[in-house]
C-alpha cells in the first residue's frame, strides 16, 4: 500500500500531536510511523509522520486544502509527500570515482529510493561509469572566466530534468551563490574531514600534519559560506602514525562513501528536517 | 514542573496515537517528548509518552481510572510513572568494584535519577566503598546450602527498603528462580562479552583462546535462562594479538562499567519496554 | 626499489632480533618495517621484515640458502616473499554482488595489492559484472550429487591459472574437506555475524530475533569446521528496535563488505600469521 | 624480573635494528617488546624496546656509557628508564571530579603504573576526594594578580615531591609558559572537543550550535599555543538532535574521563614518543 510523509515545524505549544494526530484519524489515515521532537530551548516542535494512502486519507486537493488551514492555524512550515514520487537527483563528480560509485551500486540494487536521471562533471574522466549504469553523462569544464556560463547550463539542464536534489559526490568546484539559490536546502555535500576541523582544501593534508589520532567525513547542505552548512551525518576511523597521508586518503574514501551513500538516503526518504544551522534526523 | 511518564503497547491498529494524545489534550496536558514505534511482523503499537503535570493533567485517581478505561477499550499493557518518584535500586556486588564505583559516583553526582537504599554482597570486601557513599552494606555469604536461605533474607531486606529494581554489578552468583520471580523485569545485570557470544563462565578467557578482534559488554534483563534474558544494551572495544588475557579483562572493565551504567540510566528513566525476549529502547 | 617480506614464527629466546636483523645488515638490506611480537604464555616469538632489495640483500639461492641455515638453527616456521609477486586471487560468489563489487572495485583503483585472474560461482547471475572487469567468469553449478565432481574441476581451472588464495564472497556453500586441504591457510571468509555468535545459516535472522544492540560481520580463514577457522577481522555496527530484518540485512551488506576487503588487504600483504586458531596481524 | 625501557630516535639509515638489538644481545639481553618505525617521509627512525634486567644488561653506568656512544655514533635522541621507576605525577584539577576520580581509581586499583604523591587545585571543592584516597591536596587560588607568584609556589611544591608529570584533569586555568617550560613535554591536558574542532572555551556549547553527529576529547601534551600540543588519544561519541546542551556535557565526561585515562596510561609506560607536532604511540 502506498503511503505519504508530512514534516511540519512550528512554536511549540499544547495539544500538536493530538491536533495533527485527530486531523489523520478523522480521515481514517492508518499512521505506520510517528517521530516528534521539541527543542526546550528554542520552544519549537518539530514532527514526521508516515500514513498509509487509502480513501479519506488520499492526498486530494481537499485533503491539502484542509491540512493547509490547519497548519496556518498554528503558523507552521510543513510538507507533504507522496512516498511514491521518488527523488530526482543530479549526481556532480570531478575525478574520484569512490562516491559515485557506491551510490550508483545502491541505486542499481533498488536500495536507494531516488531516480538518478543524469550525472554532471566538469571533466570527461568518469564516463565510462555513468555509461555502465546506462545513465546520461554532461561533461561542463569549468574555468574561472566560464564558471558561470557553464552553471545557466547546468541550471538549465537540472530544469530540464526536473532535478530535486543536488549530490556533490566530491565535485572539486565551488558552487557559486546564484547556483545555490536555486537549490535551497536542496545541495548535499561531503567533506572529507570532521567538521568543523580541517574547513576547506586539503583536510587530509592537514590532518596528518596535526597528527590526530582519527579522521572524518561529514555530508552536510551547501550554504553559501564554504563547509559551513547544516550537518546531516559524521563518522570517524581511528587512524594511527603508522599511516602515511597516502593512507589517510585510501582509509578516507571508505568513509566519504558510506558517510554520503547515509546522508542521501536520509534525505530522499524526507528524514532530514532543516532547522537554522542544524537538522533534526528522523530515523 | 514535574512530569509523568505513560508506556504502553497493544495491538496496533487505526487511530491509536490520536486517541492516546486526544486523552492527554482534552486533560490540558503538555506533551514534552513522544516516541512511537510499530512492529509490523508483530503487528504491535508501542508508544511512550511524557507530559507536564499541571491541573486536569495530574495523576488523579479519577485521570488514572479514565486512563484505564482507554486501555482496556485497546486492549493495552500499560504504566504511568509520576517521574518525581525515583526508582530505588539495590546494588548486588561480589568483590569486583569498577560497576559499583561507576553507578555510585554517577549517583552522588546526581547524574543517575535513583534512589539507592542498599547494597547486597556475598563478600565483605566492598563495605569500604559503601561507607564512603555512606549506604548499608549487607553482607551474606552464599553456599550451596544456604543459598535458599540466604535468598530468602535478602528478598525480605529488599521488601523492607522498597526496592523497584535489583543491579547486578558483577555479582558472581546465579540467583534462583524464585528469587528472579520475585522482581519480573526488574534485575539487571551485566554480562562482560558481546552476548550471544561467550554465555556463561569466563567469557574473557573464551574471548581470548578463540582470538576475536573486538570485545564486548551486554547489559541484559535478569529471566531464568543464564544470559538469555532481553538486552538493553551492548558496546564493544577492539582488542589485538598484542593483548594479553590480563589486557582483555582491563580493558573490558572500562565497558562494563559504562554499558550498565547506560542500561540503569535508561532503565531509571522508564525507557525501556520489555517485549517477549528483547526491548524498545525510547531514546 | 622492490622489498621482499618475511613472516618469521618459532619459540622465544634470547637475541632472535639481534640474530634477523644482523644477518639483514651483514647483507646490506634497508629494513623499511619490523613488527615483532612475543606471546609470553606460549613463549612463541613471532616477527615480520620488510626490506628493500638490492645487491647481497637480493632473494638469491645463496640468500635462501643462508637464512634456511639461520631458521634451522633456531626452529622457525618462515617465508621470504618478494612484494613484487602479487597474489593471485579467485573470488567465489554465489548471488549476492555486493563483496564482489567492493573487492572489484579496489583491484580496479589499483588499491589491492593483487591478481584476480578469475571469478568462480555456482550461479550464473553475477557474469555480467565479471565482464564488467573483463574478467572470466565460470559457472559450476553445485548440486548434492555433483558437489565433488564439480569441486574437482574448480580446483583444476585454479591450479591452471596458479591460484595462492581463494576468498569466498558470500559464497552460500560450504567447501568439501578435500577443497579445503587443497588451499591450507589460504581460503578467506565473510560470515555475516559477530563470530562465535550466530555460527551457521541466517544470522540476521537469529540477530533479530534475539534482539541485539550490535550486528557484526567476520572475516576469517575457512578450517574444517565451519565458522571456527582463526579470525582476521571483525567489526560492527549499531543497530535499534526500529530496524527490520530486511534492515539489518542491508546495515550488514556494508558491514561484510569492508571487513573483508580489509581482511583481504591484510592477507595479501603477507601482513598475517596464523597461529593455532589465531591470527598475528602485523599492521 | 625487572625491565628497561629504551625510546630513541634518529636519521633513518641502514643497519639501525642491527646495530641495537645487537648490542642488547651482546649484553645477554632477553628483549620482550621492540616496536619500530620509519617515518620514510622525514626519513627518521623511532624505536622502543624493553627487555629483561639481568646480568651485563643491567643499567650500570658501563651500559649506560656505552649505549651513549653507540647513540652518539647515530646521533640520536634517546632515554632509557627502568620500568621499576615510576613516574611521579600530580593531578591538577579545579571544580569537576570526573576526570580525577578516574584516574585515582585506576591508581588505587593497581591498574596505573605510577605515583601520585600531590594533587593541586586553584579550589577547595574536590579535598574530600584526596582525603579519601589518602593524597594531600594543595589550595592555591589563582587571580590575574596572583597567577605568577602562585606558580612558582606550585613548581616548588612539585620540585619538591620529584614530580615528573603534570597531568591537568580539568584544570580551568591556563598556565603561563613560564611553567610550561618547566616541564618540558610532561604536561598532559584533557580538552572536551575533537581536535583541532572547537579549540578554546566552551567546546560542548559550540558544539551544540554547530549541530555535530559526534562530539569528541582529546588528551594532549602542553605547549605554549592552546589546545596545540601533540595529542596523545583522541576519541568520539554518537550524538543526536535529541541531546540538549547538558546532554552533551554528560556524554562528553564518560569520554573525557577514558581518554585522560588512557593517554596518562601510555605516557607513564614510555609508550608515547613526541615528534615535532605529533606523537608515535608504541602499543
Redesign the interface.
Known amino acids: 500500500m502506498s503511503s505519504a510523509t508530512l514534516i511540519l515545524s512550528c512554536t511549540d505549544r499544547?495539544?500538536?500531536?493530538?491536533?495533527i494526530?485527530?486531523f489523520?484519524?478523522?480521515r481514517?489515515?492508518?499512521?505506520?510511523?510517528?517521530?516528534?521532537?521539541?527543542?526546550?530551548?528554542e520552544k519549537m516542535f518539530f514532527i514526521r509522520i508516515e500514513w498509509e494512502l487509502n480513501g479519506k486519507a488520499n492526498l486530494t486537493d481537499e485533503f491539502i486544502g484542509e491540512f493547509k488551514k490547519l497548519a496556518d492555524e498554528i503558523g507552521a512550515n510543513w510538507e507533504i509527500k507522496p512516498n511514491e514520487n521518488k527523488k530526482r537527483l543530479a549526481i556532480f563528480v570531478s575525478k574520484y570515482?569512490?562516491c559515485l560509485?557506491e551510490i550508483l551500486?545502491r541505486y542499481s540494487?533498488n536500495?536507494l529510493h531516488a531516480e538518478i536521471p543524469l550525472i554532471i562533471s566538469n571533466h570527461p574522466d568518469l564516463e565510462h561509469v555513468a555509461r555502465?549504469y546506462a545513465i546520461p553523462y554532461y561533461c561542463f569544464p569549468i574555468t574561472k572566466e566560464n564558471k558561470r556560463e557553464q552553471e545557466e547550463k547546468e541550471l538549465e539542464l537540472l530544469k530540464e530534468h526536473r532535478i530535486d536534489t543536488v549530490i556533490l559526490a566530491r565535485y572539486m568546484q565551488i558552487l557559486t551563490p546564484r547556483f545555490i539559490a536555486a537549490y535551497p536546502n536542496n545541495i548535499i555535500n561531503i567533506h572529507h574531514s570532521?567538521?568543523?576541523?580541517?574547513i576547506g582544501a586539503d583536510p587530509y593534508k592537514k590532518a596528518y600534519?596535526?597528527?590526530?589520532?582519527?579522521i572524518?567525513a561529514t555530508s552536510h547542505y551547501v550554504t553559501e559560506e564554504l563547509d559551513e552548512g547544516?550537518?546531516?551525518?559524521?563518522?570517524?576511523i581511528?587512524i594511527?602514525?603508522?599511516d602515511?597521508?597516502k593512507d589517510l586518503i585510501?582509509k578516507g574514501r571508505?568513509l566519504e562513501r558510506?558517510v554520503l551513500a547515509r546522508a542521501v538516503d536520509l534525505h530522499v526518504n524526507n528524514r532530514v528536517l532543516q532547522y537554522g544551522?542544524?537538522?533534526?534526523?528522523f530515523?
Open positions: 499544547k495539544g500538536l500531536v493530538a491536533k494526530s485527530q489523520l484519524y478523522q481514517d489515515a492508518n499512521i505506520i510511523d510517528l517521530d516528534e521532537h521539541v527543542d526546550k530551548n570515482d569512490h560509485l551500486w540494487n536500495e555502465q570532521f567538521l568543523p576541523a580541517f600534519e596535526r597528527g590526530v589520532k582519527l572524518g547544516p550537518i546531516i551525518e559524521q563518522d570517524v581511528r594511527s602514525h603508522k602515511s597521508l585510501r571508505d558510506l544551522k542544524k537538522t533534526i534526523i530515523e
